[in-house]
């Protein structure tokens, strides 16, 4: 089942949009509710050179796994009602 999921047309394009939408929607609020939309400080803070790695790795990564999860289940079930339907 695995392995349809992930090789189901449209997956991997859906991890991709959901990981972007995640990545944004995060930042939006990380910089509205910690920074109070202080651009400069969310960019001194969170852009650092000692701290770009981290927060670009953090970043790709939760993106990622949020869209892996979310996409998986959507997908799965999505075979599931086919399957069900034709058998």
Known sequence: MFTKVICHKG???SVI???IMFILIYNL???GMVF???LQDFVEERLKSDNLLKF????ILSGFVY???ISFFKF???LKK?????G
Do not use: E, P, Y
């Open 11 to 13: 997956f991997w394009k």
């Open 17 to 19: 949009f959901l990981s």
């Open 29 to 31: 609020v990380d910089w």
């Open 36 to 38: 109070n939309f202080n």
């Open 56 to 59: 670009i790795f953090a970043n």
């Open 67 to 69: 869209g892996f999860i």
């Open 76 to 78: 799965r079930s999505k």
């Open 82 to 86: 086919s399957n069900s339907t034709q």
